[in-house]
């Protein structure tokens, strides 16, 4: 259960600071999960890749980050 909206495909979200909507996902996932979970894992895990250390585009993110960085005249 999260309320984080940068990665709102990512677990079970629910919008805003709604702990209504928060439990309502809590009860949707007790009642149906189980029928789902092998489809659900399989989504998570392909989802998740964008924010593994291997993953190529995230990699070269963060170097261009590092190189605008290293770029700016040392103060």
Do not use: K, T, W
Request: charged share 25%; with cysteine; proline share 4%.
């Amino acid at each position: 259960m999260h309320n984080a909206s940068l990665c709102a495909d990512l677990g079970f979200y629910y919008e805003g600071n709604e702990v209504s909507l928060g439990a309502q996902r809590v009860l949707e996932v007790i009642d149906g999960f189980d029928a789902r979970h092998a489809a659900y894992r399989e989504r998570q895990r392909r989802l998740i890749g964008r924010y593994l250390p291997d993953e190529p585009q995230l990699v070269a993110q963060y170097a261009g980050l590092l190189n605008v960085l290293f770029e700016r005249p040392a103060r």
